[in-house]
Nanobody, 114 residues
Framework: QVQLVESGGGLVQAGDSLRLYCEASGLTFSNYAMAWFRQAPGKEREFVAAISRRMGRTGYADSVKGRFTASRDNGKSLMYLQMNSLRPEDTAVYYC???????WGQGTQVTVSS
């Protein structure tokens, strides 16, 4: 069955960087566009970034544009989210998602202190 597993979260200070990982299994990874979402306490889950299947075209929420970079390695069935210049408002649980599907990972917590 399809599984998505996120990792790489942690507690950092404002201005620091983190790299998140999403490992996919149970599917032909290169056939699917992928996305990152996040959910802060008391807020709705929101879109962060997406990446196309093979050409690596990306799109970002305005709030992270220029600071976050999504990438993928289809040979390893991995998607990454490089997060630079982190801000306290980036604090959330980050999830990966197969675009257009109901498949989600369990999430990884990112906490940014001021």
């Amino acid at each position: 069955q399809v599984q998505l597993v996120e990792s790489g979260g942690g507690l950092v200070q404002a201005g620091d960087s983190l790299r998140l990982y999403c490992e996919a299994s149970g599917l032909t990874f290169s056939n699917y566009a992928m996305a990152w979402f996040r959910q802060a306490p008391g807020k709705e889950r929101e879109f962060v970034a997406a990446i196309s299947r093979r050409m690596g075209r990306t799109g970002y929420a305005d709030s992270v544009k220029g600071r976050f970079t999504a990438s993928r390695d289809n040979g390893k069935s991995l998607m990454y989210l490089q997060m630079n210049s982190l801000r306290p408002e980036d604090t959330a649980v980050y999830y990966c998602n197969i675009v257009g599907s109901s498949y989600w990972g369990q999430g990884t917590q990112v906490t940014v202190s001021s």
